[in-house]
């Protein structure tokens, strides 16, 4: 059920129920973090596996100290400076932390949302909430009420109405290597954003060789139900064409291509902002109207490979059937572009 009751979803809450909470970058699916029944049924409901942790949400950074310890002073920084907000924090964990929350590992994920239902929610509560994104483990993210409701029904639990969400891409998440701050995924705050507030470099965590388990980090991820290319803009014609000539039903994603070049039964092309933030807050919005429009294949324009696109082309790429530039059988002369 979708309500805007903050002492019901208290309620569920200390009964160890779950509740799915809206934030500032996705829908989550709550449970008590201190509560390992409840957070267990967290995995059961996303059918996620019980070694990828989880991201605990305060209600202020004065809670910090509660779940982590041993807390760089850069860590404090980064919390002063983007708390409230899409900024996820891996820390080491405080004795008496949950191992169902930290994936059995030494750190604990952390961070205040910026949105003013999870906020109310987190001081009403007064507790910790574990919320993973509200979605089957490995699906596209949630950014209204109505994706969790179409993913899930009534299995969630209640869920709370906070709108859309303003970001629209997870938070970024940044751990630390003898205090040198380290991105372990992409989000919606840029590595350029922190190393300009830092006056340093920030390290990019490769996720295939990192040992620390982040949220996110599978290799596939973040999917449509319907198979998605990314494509150079030089190939994105070509292979529209060659898919609408088979009779397939094609959702596209154009960001400097005009939509008007696919007006043909068939295509439904979808003009994106131009700019990375932009672009980031209706992406989700958009894969998940292409997957109930019923298209066979999405076909993306591949956005630049500079770091404001960082979570756009990370999202993507864990998404994509087909990576960028891999081939794909050639249209006849009949099926090209005229």
Same mark, same amino acid.
């Given at each position: 059920m979708i309500v805007g009751d903050i002492d019901r979803a208290v309620e569920h809450l200390r009964r160890g129920m779950t509740v799915v909470i809206p934030t500032e970058t996705v829908y989550g699916l709550g449970a008590d973090a201190a509560n390992p029944t409840a957070v267990r049924r967290i995995f059961a409901i996303k059918g996620r596996p019980v070694s990828h942790p989880l991201i605990v949400h305060l209600e202020s950074s004065g809670r910090l100290e509660s779940w982590a310890e041993k807390i760089p002073p850069i860590a404090a920084r980064l919390a002063e400076r983007f708390w409230p907000g899409p900024l996820t924090l891996v820390l080491p964990r405080r004795p008496g932390v949950l191992t169902e929350v930290t994936g059995g590992q030494s750190t604990v994920a952390v961070r205040v949302p910026d949105h003013p239902v999870a906020l109310s929610l987190l001081k009403a509560f007064g507790g910790g909430i574990a919320a993973p994104s509200a979605n089957r483990f490995g699906h596209l993210s949630p950014t209204s009420s109505r994706d969790v409701y179409e993913e899930f029904g009534e299995s969630a639990g209640m869920i709370l109405e906070g709108g859309p969400? @303003? *970001? &629209? %891409?997870? @938070?970024?998440? %940044? &751990? *630390?290597?003898?205090?040198?701050? %380290?991105?372990?995924?992409p989000g919606a705050i840029s590595s350029g954003t922190l190393e300009a507030f830092l006056g340093m470099r920030v390290l990019r965590s490769d996720s295939k060789d990192s040992s620390l388990r982040v949220p996110g980090s599978s290799l596939s991820h973040y999917a449509p139900e319907t198979p998605l290319e990314v494509l150079p803009e030089e190939e994105l014609g070509q292979r529209t064409l060659y898919l609408a000539a088979r009779s397939r039903r094609v959702g596209i994603l154009c960001r400097t291509v005009r939509p008007e070049r696919f007006d043909r039964e068939g295509l439904t092309p979808f003009s994106m902002p131009g700019d990375a933030d932009g672009y980031a807050r209706v992406l989700y919005a958009v894969l998940h109207f292409f997957d109930r429009a019923g298209v066979e294949r999405i076909l993306v324009e591949a956005p630049p490979r500079t770091a404001e696109w960082e979570a756009v082309n990370d999202r993507l790429g864990r998404a994509a059937l087909l990576r960028i530039g891999k081939e794909y059988p050639e249209p006849s002369r009949e099926e090209s572009l005229r």
């Open positions: 969400c @303003s *970001f &629209g %891409v997870e @938070s970024t998440i %940044v &751990g *630390f290597q003898e205090n040198v701050p %380290v991105i372990l995924r």
